[in-house]
Structure formats: structure tokens, C-alpha cells
């Protein structure tokens, strides 16, 4: 089992990343455990889902009161794939002061904590807490310094936590888990495009994300030119453009 | 002794005759108006009274009954001040009775008898014409606006005085000429319009506004704010190709009914541009009032709708909007009557992200609690996000181009292209612009050549595209073909399509 937990303001790219790192994780055989709330704990549930895994989510509620409203139907689906965890009883309702607790159930089932998004005071900084104590490996997805909502899991890098970039990291720390190889067929086709504009693209998107204004003054050539590759990368799953209208890489 | 004149009225956008009668009968002296008046033309009789007076005619000290026909009809306003101010003349013999044979009168008297201008003069002058008067006698600050297509029959006259001596032929008219193509150049030329020029980078928002003006394609753009959305929406007027003659006619007809006529530019030369605030209600965004009156989306038709901040405005407002997008006219039904207004505009929105409007950007400056932005941006789900066909993301700009001095392509060179686009469509004998087409009629013009309908296809698997989404990118795409001069939609044009298409939750995919 591995948690993967983070804020509930996770910005759009730190909720492609869980989505995407759930569903591998989940396509590796793991079973995802994490807190049902907005954000990344939703986006880590749903990820596995997609997957066809299992994913398990500890509540801070009784199990027939899933909370919050808007997760009701991922709890719906939970049921069918994995299960809804509480140490309250049925008919409990949800309370601030229950949340805290219930994270200590998600490091206490997880063999390995992946921290996605999480600022300075953050939920997620407590689950961490509590399973360092309990001698869980720690793994923190970096976020880049300007961004807020990624100070507390860059501060567990640099207090040590082990750095996930993708589903291989998280098998490398966890070597006791029994990890089944990743699916054969899907990795996208290796090697570079066959069109020198889609190349281009792809290359100054590897140093950073940029918009099309900005993809467009650095090739130098036309907003169409431009946006017509892009589409064709997007159906590739080559780029994926976030709601800032930034485009990076795909994974 | 009867006398009477006809005064032509509005009704929503049409217009109906109203015969004013005025009789006198002996009896203790005393004006009454029957036949469905409201209280503007109960006061007309202080004005008419004090108006005779002060133009030195004789007020007559009898029982004055003026009755406005049919009875049935609603009468609101003070323009009849002058039609009852005549049959007065008429009936008292201050005039000739037969002066009045086949005339129509409208104006609002002031107490010294001259006149003030009245809402709706042009398509009063419209009447005068289908009906077949003779003369029609306005305010002179009207009879620019009513020639237009009213012609010689409009009389423009400055006070009662003035209106008696020119019908009575005591005194010359004086003849002016209204000719509508010199209007539509000389009066308001798109030279004074802002100019695409003035706005720094946004290569890709550029794209979309000429785009969207080439195949009359609704466009959402969204983005932090200061990113220059308004800037870029102002400008989408001047894209287009100037009004036609008979359009410059129909959009005055609607300024004119809703009272929005400036001073000295009797026709509305330019594209409309409206951009109510978001507050704006329903009926002020569709039409409304006791009396139907235009509301924003028939004042900005044949041009342009901007609705910034669209996720703020009522949710019952932008429901309003859904007829006037498909129809290109609005009906709007009151409790006193139902009118049907013209309401083909172009529609663009511009929204945040999120109220405070930070939410994605790399900042993580916004402020707002879980969830609001999603709730924020479902607002626009529905009628209207299903009718744009073009989303772009107009992010904040970067310090080069704030502070570099780069050219930017001026409006006449998009205008130029937008104008080609255009006649590529009408070559192939398609009236309707691609945004307006339906989904089976725009995949039947598309045309598309196999690599693009390979494409296309993809796109609907992979990126999750609606039936909804993909009618939207073919529209667009037969656009991009126009601009292009492609007869065929080809792999390019359907690619570009997809850029502006509608974005959601991405999907995971196996990697």
C-alpha cells in the first residue's frame, strides 16, 4: 500500500501528476490509500480507479457519512474497488478535529508516504509526521520554488525525503512490496518525432512549461503553426496543456 | 367640429398608426384625452394649452375632447403633444382642415411651443412610407433619422408655429438631403476605432479574435486580470467588414427605439459594441420594461456582445441568451405586450479562472478556498458555453513584452484577411458564416481530407472530444480553411481547431 496524500489546493499540474502517479502506481499493483478530501486525495483516488486498481481511502467520519459531499460519488466507487476506512463509528459525523487523527490510519497502513502538493502548514506535513515515527519511508514530489502551495513538500526534500518523479520511484524505495512489471505496450514511442517543429516543441518544453504566446516567440514562427502541432502532440500524448494555458510535457 | 392627423407610435419594434381626433363642444371649457392614455399623455394637455398659447394661437375656451384610436392600443409618452396640438388648429380652423389630409405628426411640445426630439423617429418614417402619407411633420432635431428612410415626405420642423406655416405652405421647407453611403463613410470611419496595434503580444488571442471574426464564431477568453481581455474584445468591431447599408438602417431602427440615438449621428454608422456590466439583469440583457424595449444583445446586433466577468452574471440573465444565439432575434413578452427584436451579435465572453482570478497560475497567489474555482466556472456550463465555439487562455504577459517596444500587426491587415475569409464563403453560395452553420451542414462544407478526418477522429478518442465539441471544431476549422483559401479543410486547419477547443479535468492515460 502506498498514501499519497497533499493540499486540497493543489494547482492543475499537481493534479495531472497524482492522477497520472496513482494510476501507475495502481497498474504496478499497489493499493492507494489516501484521506477522500479535494485535491490531490481525490485526484490520487481517482487515478487508481482509472487504473483498474484499488485504492482505500480512511475517513475522518463514520463509513456510511463520507465526507465531503462533493466526493460522494467517488465514495460510490470506492466501495466497488477497494473500501472506505473509519475508526469512528456508522452515523458519525465529519469534524475538523477528526481529519488530523485519521492520517495517523493513513501512514499507519501505507508502506511509503508520497507527499504531492503541500504548503507550509498542510494536513499532509501531519500524515508525514506521524509516519516518520512509525519509520515509513518519506517521498516528496518537487514543485517548483515559486509556488506556494509546494513549500512543505519541498521542505521535506530538504530535510531528506526522498525525491518522486514517477511510479519507479516509489518502487525503488518499497523493494518489499511485490511489485508487478509495468504493462506491457504502453510506454509512448520512444525516440524523436519525425516532424522538426514537433522536435522543437518538445525540446524547449523539456526545460520549462511555456504558453503558445511564448512557444511561439521562442521557435519563431506562427501562432497557427504552432497551434496546429500542439493539437497533434496533445493527441499524441506527447504535451497537455493546464488550465494556465501553460503546455509541458506529457508524461 | 372633428378634426384630425395621424401620429405613427412604436409598438416593440414595429410601428402602428394612431388617429388623433379632436372635437369641440360647447360647454364649460375643458380638455379631456381619452383612449388608453398613460400619464405622460395626460400631461400633454399642460403642454398643448401652454404651447398654443405661447406660439400666439387662440386656446379655445370650449369642451376639448381629443380621443387617440384604436382604442385598444396603449398609448405612452409625450409624442403626441404635436398631433393633437394640430387637429386642435385644425378643428378651431386655425388651420386648414384639409392641411391635415394624409399627414402623420410625432414631437414632444415645450411649453414655449417648440419642439423636442422623440424616440423612434426612423422607423416612424418607415410607416409614413408603407402606409402612404403624404407628410410626416417630426422634430427637426428627428429628420435626419426619419429621411433616411422616410425621404422628402419628413418634415422637420422647430415649434407649432413652424409645423402650421410649412403645412399650410406660408413658408418654404428647407430640403436636405440624407445620403446614408456618405454617412456610413464620412460620419464614423473605423479609423477612429481602437486600433489591434495598441496591444501588446497575445499572438495566440489574436488568432482567436480573427478567427472569430471571420466566421462570426463566439469566443471565451480567460485569464488573470490586466491580461488585456477587455483590450482585445473592443477591438473585434474593427475586424469586421464595415455595415451594409440596409444593416446601418436596421441597427439605427433598434438605437433609435431604445432612445440611444447621439446627437448630430442620426445613423448608426459603425458595428455596435456593448459590454454591460455584470450585474446587468435579465430583462436588461434581453429586453424588457412594461413596454418591451431593446435590451443589450438587440443593441449590439449586427455587432458585438462583450460580457466580461461572464461567470458573475446571473445565471437567469445568460439563459436569455440562448434564443438570441440561435436565432438571431430575441422575443421578449410582457405583461402589456410581446415584441420580437433583432439580436444577431457576436458573442464574446472573457472570465477568471477563479473570482480573485490566480487559480492555475504558477503564482499560487490565489486566494480562494477549495472548490470555488471549479463552482466559479460551472456557472458558464449550459446554453451558453455550448454555443462558443472559440476558447483561448489569454495569460498575463511577460516583462519583455510589457516593456518591449515590438510591432504589433495593425487592425486593416487582419481586417483585409477576415474580408477574404468571408468572400471564400459566400464563392461557395453559403449564406449562413461557419459559426452559425449546424453540426451536419458545417461537416458537409468542411469537406475535410482524409488526413484530417483521420485526425479529428483521433481527437474525439483521445482527447475526449463531445459530439457537442467536435460540431465546434469543424465550424472552426472550415473557418481556418477560409482564411487559409483552402477549399478543403486539411490536417493543418483541423489541428489549429482543436487548439481553441473547450479544455476540462484532464484524463489519465497509460504512459
Known amino acids: ?251 | 367640429m372633428v378634426a384630425s392627423v395621424k401620429s405613427p407610435t412604436i409598438v416593440g419594434f414595429d410601428t402602428a398608426a394612431v388617429h388623433v381626433e379632436v372635437d369641440l363642444r360647447p360647454g364649460l371649457p375643458s380638455f379631456a384625452v381619452v383612449g388608453l392614455p398613460d400619464a405622460a399623455v395626460q400631461e400633454a394637455r399642460e403642454r398643448v394649452r401652454s404651447g398654443l398659447a405661447n406660439q400666439a394661437f387662440a386656446v379655445p375656451a370650449r369642451r376639448v375632447v381629443a380621443n387617440l384610436a384604436p382604442a385598444h392600443l396603449r398609448k405612452a409618452g409625450p409624442q403626441y403633444d404635436l398631433p393633437i396640438a394640430l387637429a386642435i388648429l385644425a378643428a378651431t380652423g386655425q388651420i386648414r382642415p384639409e392641411a391635415l389630409a394624409g399627414v402623420g405628426a410625432v414631437g414632444e411640445l415645450a411649453l414655449d411651443g417648440s419642439l423636442r426630439r422623440v424616440d423612434g423617429a426612423l422607423a416612424m418614417g418607415e410607416h409614413a412610407v408603407r402606409d402612404g402619407w403624404t407628410r410626416l411633420v417630426v422634430p427637426e432635431q428627428n429628420a435626419a433619422e426619419a429621411r433616411l428612410v422616410g425621404g422628402e415626405r419628413v418634415l422637420g420642423v422647430r415649434s407649432l408655429r413652424h409645423a402650421a406655416d410649412l403645412l399650410e405652405g406660408r413658408e418654404e421647407e428647407t430640403r436636405s438631403e440624407v445620403d446614408i453611403d456618405a454617412l456610413l463613410t464620412t460620419s464614423r470611419s473605423s479609423a477612429e476605432m481602437p486600433d489591434l496595434r495598441d496591444v501588446r503580444g497575445q499572438a495566440a488571442a489574436r488568432r482567436a479574435l480573427e478567427v472569430s471574426a471571420a466566421g462570426r464564431h463566439s469566443l471565451l477568453m480567460t485569464g488573470p486580470p490586466g491580461a488585456g481581455k477587455t483590450m482585445l474584445a473592443r477591438r473585434l468591431p474593427g475586424l469586421l467588414p464595415p455595415l451594409e447599408p440596409a444593416d446601418a438602417i436596421e441597427v439605427t431602427r433598434v438605437h433609435s427605439i431604445a432612445g440611444l440615438l447621439e446627437p448630430g449621428h442620426p445613423l448608426v454608422s459603425s458595428r455596435p459594441f456593448r459590454a454591460p456590466h455584470h450585474t446587468i439583469s435579465a430583462a436588461g440583457l434581453v429586453g424588457g420594461g412594461r413596454y418591451p424595449t431593446p435590451g443589450e444583445v438587440s443593441l449590439a446586433h449586427r455587432g458585438v456582445l462583450f460580457l466580461d466577468e461572464v461567470c458573475a452574471f446571473a445565471p437567469s440573465a445568460l439563459d436569455g441568451l440562448r434564443q438570441p444565439l440561435e436565432e438571431g432575434r430575441v422575443r421578449v413578452v410582457r405583461a402589456m405586450a410581446a415584441a420580437t427584436f433583432p439580436a444577431d451579435m457576436q458573442l464574446v465572453c472573457a472570465g477568471n479562472p477563479c473570482p480573485c482570478g490566480y487559480a492555475d497560475d504558477p503564482s499560487g497567489l490565489c486566494t480562494c478556498p477549495p472548490g470555488r474555482p471549479e463552482a466559479y466556472r460551472g456557472r458558464l456550463s449550459g446554453p451558453v458555453s455550448d454555443r462558443i465555439d472559440l476558447h483561448v487562455r489569454v495569460p498575463r504577459l511577460t516583462t519583455d513584452e510589457v516593456v518591449g517596444d515590438g510591432e504589433w500587426e495593425s487592425s486593416a491587415d487582419v481586417r483585409e484577411r477576415v474580408a477574404g475569409a468571408i468572400a471564400a464563403r459566400r464563392e461557395r453560395d453559403q449564406p449562413l458564416p461557419n459559426g452559425q452553420l449546424s453540426g451536419r451542414d458545417a461537416r458537409r462544407v468542411a469537406d475535410a481530407e482524409t488526413g484530417a478526418e483521420r485526425l479529428l477522429a483521433q481527437a474525439i478518442d483521445r482527447l475526449g472530444l463531445s459530439a457537442r465539441a467536435f460540431d465546434r471544431v469543424v465550424r472552426v476549422a472550415r473557418t481556418l480553411a477560409d482564411l487559409d483559401g483552402a477549399s478543403r479543410v486539411a490536417t493543418p486547419h483541423a489541428a489549429e481547431a482543436l487548439a481553441y477547443r473547450e479544455r476540462d479535468g484532464s484524463t489519465p492515460r497509460t504512459a
Open chain 1, 1 to 251: 500500500m502506498v498514501a499519497v496524500v497533499g493540499t486540497r489546493r493543489a494547482t492543475r499540474a499537481g493534479l495531472d501528476f497524482t492522477r497520472q502517479l496513482a494510476f501507475d502506481l495502481a497498474h504496478r499493483g499497489a493499493v492507494v490509500v489516501s484521506g477522500l478530501a479535494l485535491g490531490v486525495d481525490a485526484a490520487a483516488h481517482d487515478g487508481a480507479l482509472a487504473a483498474g486498481g484499488e485504492t482505500v481511502a480512511v475517513l475522518g467520519s463514520g463509513v456510511d457519512r463520507p465526507s465531503p459531499a462533493r466526493n460522494a460519488r467517488l465514495a460510490t466507487r470506492l466501495l466497488e474497488r477497494g473500501g472506505l476506512v473509519s475508526e469512528y463509528p456508522e452515523g458519525t459525523e465529519a469534524a475538523r478535529w477528526r481529519f488530523p487523527a485519521r492520517n495517523r490510519i493513513i501512514a499507519a497502513l501505507a508502506h511509503a508516504v508520497v507527499i504531492v502538493e503541500a504548503p507550509e502548514r498542510s494536513g499532509a506535513l501531519i500524515t508525514t509526521d506521524i509516519a516518520l515515527d512509525m519509520g515509513r519511508p518519506i517521498m516528496a514530489v518537487p514543485g517548483s520554488p515559486w509556488a506556494r502551495s509546494s513549500r512543505g513538500s519541498n521542505a521535506l526534500i530538504r530535510a531528506g525525503a526522498a525525491l518522486c518523479e514517477c511510479a519507479e520511484d516509489v518502487v525503488a524505495e518499497t523493494p518489499q512490496l511485490a511489485w508487478t512489471e509495468a504493462a506491457t505496450g504502453t510506454p509512448p514511442p520512444p525516440g524523436a518525432p519525425e516532424d522538426p517543429l514537433h522536435a522543437r516543441i518538445l525540446g524547449a518544453l523539456d526545460i520549462e512549461p511555456l504558453t503558445r504566446d511564448e512557444l511561439t516567440a521562442s521557435i519563431g514562427t506562427s501562432v497557427p503553426q504552432i497551434s496546429s502541432a500542439l493539437a497533434a502532440l496533445e493527441i499524441d500524448g506527447l504535451v497537455v496543456e493546464d488550465e494556465g494555458g501553460r503546455y509541458r510535457r506529457g508524461t
